[in-house]
């Protein structure tokens, strides 16, 4: 699900290793495999040129920013990593002006408060449309238009899909959702999973199950493109169901959920917060219980409400007590119990 930078790397670059080869037709398997494991050994075999030198950086950053400062020991070791991945960005950003993943990556970094930096994916969204809109315009060549009709295009979704989650975050929920609009607009097949931010908005908005099942049929094309029912959709559809008092429908929904993840009982109970991506939402894998935590963590915004004060978080409150939950985490603790009774007997053996 999202988007994997190191494969978009891979991808970027062996289309520009086929255009500059002539290798036609694009679907051209034995160049394809030959070019990847080009790249496996080493990605400086296929570049080129600064813009390909550009995102290569910018791939190398997010792997620090996004899947490696979050989860290091100590601050003192997040902030040196995140030192040197500003300096990969501002570097990216040297070679390639145009580089709006980067441009973008950079102002998170050095925003000092979100609303800054809402404001500045605010200001930029229309220029960075526009760009990605004219490439396809431009296009010169086979090549130039299979990169137009997708890689060419993510940069903006992903400038979209930053300012639908900011917005949601800071409690601007209309805007959230325009932001959603507009990314599904411009790619109906939404590889980068806006549409999740959108349910979460829309239940934010009280607009009712109408309204969810309404999005959803709007957009079928990109639910459909990715089979089974995703957690943020029933996160949504559970807080919808919770607050129309329709709790026999949240409990439905609930078991749903817990029947489609692995210990989905202790991402329900938990709550956990899981690290926002600062170049897409963080890449995970679908049906796992990552996935789960992160639905869980991005619905935020839905678990701290509810029937009684925002303070006492109802929501949330009802979902890790629900007899589901507690009873999947009694079954969890019999079998830590269990694990560590074999143990003990090994050992004594």
């Known amino acids: ?27 051209n398997q034995a160049y394809i495999e030959a070019a990847m494991e080009r790249f496996t050994a080493d990605p400086n075999q296929l570049i080129r040129t600064d ?50 993943d980067a441009e973008r990556m950079l102002a998170a970094l050095r925003s000092e408060t979100d609303d800054e930096y809402v404001r500045f994916l605010i200001d930029g969204q229309d220029q960075v449309l526009a760009e990605c809109r004219g490439l396809a315009d431009a296009a010169a060549d086979p090549y130039d238009r299979e990169f137009a009709a997708d890689l060419g295009l993510r940069p ?15 409690g601007r929920y209309r805007m959230a959702l325009d932001a959603v609009e507009r990314s599904l607009e411009l790619a109906p097949d939404d590889p980068g999973d806006c549409r999740f931010t959108g349910m979460l908005a829309l239940a934010k ?42 709790f026999d429908e949240a409990t439905r929904l609930l078991q749903h959920l817990i029947d489609r993840y692995p210990r989905a009982e202790r991402a329900l109970y938990y ?26 963590s991005e619905a935020t915004v839905l678990l701290q409400e509810g029937l009684g004060a925002p303070e006492n978080a109802p929501l949330a409150v009802w979902l ?30």
Request: proline fraction near 5%.
């Open 51 to 100: 813009r390909d030198r550009s995102f290569h950086l910018t791939a190398r950053a997010t792997e620090i920013v996004d899947y490696r400062a979050p989860f290091m020991s100590s601050d003192s070791a997040a902030e040196s990593a995140l030192d040197q991945a500003e300096d990969l960005l501002s570097e990216a950003r040297e070679l390639d002006p145009a580089n709006r």
């Open 1 to 27: 699900m999202a988007f994997d930078p190191i494969q978009e790397d891979c991808l970027r670059l062996v289309l520009r290793a086929m255009q500059r080869d002539r290798v036609y037709p694009l679907e």
């Open 320 to 349: 890790a007590t629900h007899p589901l939950v507690q009873q999947g985490m009694g079954a969890f603790a019999d079998a830590v119990r269990a694990d560590e009774a074999r143990t003990g007997l090994e050992g004594d053996n």
């Open 156 to 170: 903006a979704l992903r400038w979209l899909n930053a300012l639908a989650a900011r917005t949601l975050i800071s």
């Open 205 to 246: 908005l009280e607009r009712g199950q109408d309204a969810l099942e309404r999005f959803y049929d709007d957009h079928a094309q990109a639910f459909l493109a990715h089979p089974g029912i995703d957690p943020w959709t029933l996160l949504a559809r559970i807080a919808t169901a919770y607050k129309e008092f329709a």
């Open 271 to 296: 709550q956990a917060e899981f690290p926002d991506g600062v170049y897409a939402r963080v890449h995970v894998e679908p049906g796992s219980e990552d996935e789960l935590i992160l639905a869980v």
